[in-house]
């Protein structure tokens, strides 16, 4: 089995430590997680940072990886990747359900700030690019000369509906952040420090990512984005 490169495993270390931190900060400070609560709204808030950033940052970076670091076959690679971008769009629409819940029951205004518009736009886009790519490249497929020719779109429109996933982050932080800070939190808290160093191994970790994948093939191995499988 062909050792993981060392950007991946850069990547995989930001993201275990990203995610430490959101949990950090929304269990430890925030008090949790809930899909309901009758007393404590934010519970429901809180799940919404937690879900996006490992659905969409997270397991959306693996899922852009997996065909330079997993070392099985093309159509394995291809499936792993497949099922990684659904539950990643799965996990990223119930932290959408639990931002539009929160809202609700707190009676505050939905989509009225411009990190709602990226985010829903991001989701969309999202959810449209896993059905392209599930119809063209998986199931029912498109003919080998359709594929050769949308596969190198496909990639670029995966890395720009990535970043938009990374500014949608980085804008929620902010926002969340700003809210607190306008409501009495310190703007040196712990609380404040942690938000902001998780915002920071967010933007490392995409960096890492898109860099990575971007690079050139200097032959670490072949399993790489393939428009049609040759045995």
Not at 137 to 166: D, E, K, M, N, Q
Not at 202 to 219: D, E, K, M
């Amino acid at each position: 089995m062909a050792a993981v490169p060392a950007p991946a495993k850069a990547a995989r270390a930001l993201a275990a430590c990203a995610a430490g931190m959101v949990l950090l900060w929304c269990v430890h400070f925030r008090g949790g997680l809930a899909l309901g609560s009758p007393t404590n709204k934010g519970l429901i808030f809180n799940v919404h940072p937690v879900f996006m950033l490992i659905g969409f940052i997270i397991l959306g970076s693996e899922a852009i990886m997996s065909y330079k670091i997993l070392p099985w076959g093309h159509d394995t690679n291809k499936m792993i990747h497949l099922l990684l971008h659904a539950v990643a769009l799965l996990l990223g629409s119930i932290g959408i359900y639990a931002a539009f819940k929160f809202h609700n029951e707190s009676g505050i205004a939905n989509l009225y700030s411009l990190h709602s518009w990226v985010g829903l736009g991001t989701i969309c886009l999202y959810g449209l690019q896993w059905i392209f790519g599930f119809v063209t490249f998986f199931f029912p497929g498109a003919s080998p000369t359709l594929r050769r020719t949308a596969l190198p779109w496909h990639v670029r429109a995966g890395l720009f509906v990535y970043i938009l996933s990374l500014l949608a982050a980085e804008l929620g932080f902010l926002e969340k952040l700003t809210f607190l800070q306008a409501g009495g939190l310190g703007k040196y808290s712990s609380e404040a420090l942690v938000v902001n160093f998780t915002a920071l191994l967010v933007i490392l970790l995409g960096s890492t990512v898109v860099l990575y994948v971007t690079a050139p093939v200097h032959g670490e191995h072949s399993h790489g984005y393939s428009a049609v499988h040759k045995s």
